[in-house]
């Protein structure tokens, strides 16, 4: 039932300008941020980091499949029910300054992606095997919207503090740049 739900859930919100991203997502300073990637690839303990690092202002509101959503010209994360064996949720809806793509790394490093390399990740972490081609339409749209206006990076780190800094160092700039 939980997993039907999901995809009845991201069916309808295609429909409604939006997607699922298996990522964790934090907000801090009025901002989301999207941390995904393969199972196993650190995205919770990421998060968490934040957390240690930035105190109670970092907010993980969805650990596992937050909604995105553009409405008026702005992007949105959304906490939705879907939120992994650790059950963290949040009902909130907060501007989407970034998504990051985490890789396991000898050093903390991080650099923004690109176009099909971008488009590559995102395919990567959502559904879209869908049986009708409308829904695989919005989808592609969607993404495709998506990589040209927010800022998508990959992150190559260390479990550690100062990975968190460099990725919300790095994103809120870009964020900046692009007037988000």
Known sequence: VYMESGFQFYR??????????HSSAVAYDGKAYLFSGPCGMGK????????????EEAVVFNDDKPAI????????????PW???????ANMKVPLAGICFLK???????RRIHGFEAAKCIMAQTLHRF????????????????????PIFELK????????????????????????
């Open 44 to 55: 919770s303990t990421h998060t968490r980091l934040w957390q240690q690092t930035f105190g």
């Open 69 to 80: 959503r553009k409405i008026d010209g702005v992007y949105y994360a959304y906490g939705t």
């Open 83 to 89: 939120c992994g064996k650790d059950g963290i949720n």
């Open 131 to 150: 049986k009708d081609e409308s829904n695989l339409s919005l989808m592609l749209s969607f993404v495709d919207r998506l990589i040209e206006e927010i």
């Open 157 to 180: 780190n260390l479990p550690e503090p100062n990975a968190a800094r460099l990725s919300y160092q790095t994103m809120c700039q870009a964020a900046k740049e692009v007037g988000l």
């Open 12 to 21: 309808e919100l295609l429909k409604h300008n939006g997607i699922l991203l």
């Open 104 to 110: 396991r790394g000898e050093e903390n490093s991080i």
